[in-house]
């Protein structure tokens, strides 16, 4: 016979587990007290790495059942869940989520849902590079500046290329200019290119 699992995770110690309980409950699930892992731990850190779900994982045998009320639950975003859900599967144990109605992520019709949702999240990554790059062009055509100001103005700048002509070494200019030996090097290199 199957044992039934259940983990519960919130992301700060301000939040309570409670409600995700009450859910599963609610949704028919007999949970044993230590068959239910409780876990206060940030959804940016991957499952694998969280110490009630590894817990978990070493109680867990094939046939057994993991319930979860949100896909969110196990892992930072959709492809660290699908990593997870596939794991269990390898492991022979079932996944089932509540909030899409209660479907067995490890089944054909759960694989289905999984692959969507990894479209779903890949699509909206890519959304968000595209309009990341289109922000970056449009702030570059208006003249923005990326990155560190440059160390030296443009002036100091000519005065280096001018002492560098007259054979004055990188470590004495580094000193005088009160910076590094890779900026005067930078420097020397951006010279020799644009002529």
Known sequence: MSRVFAYCRVSTTDQ??????????AAGFAIEAQRLIEESISGSVAAKERPGFTKLIDRMESGDILVVTKLDRLGRNAMDVRTTVEQLSIWGVRVHCLALGGVDLTSPAGKMTMQVIAAVAEFERDLLIERTQSGINR??????????????????????????AAGINISELAREFKTTRQTIMRIREAALTSQ
């Not at 208006?142 to 560098?164: D, W, Y």
């Open 16 to 25: 309570t587990t409670q409600n995700q309980s009450i859910e599963i409950k």
């Open 139 to 164: 702030a570059k055509a208006a003249g923005k500046q990326f990155g560190r100001p440059p160390v030296l103005n443009m002036t100091e700048r000519a005065v280096v290329i001018e002492r560098l």
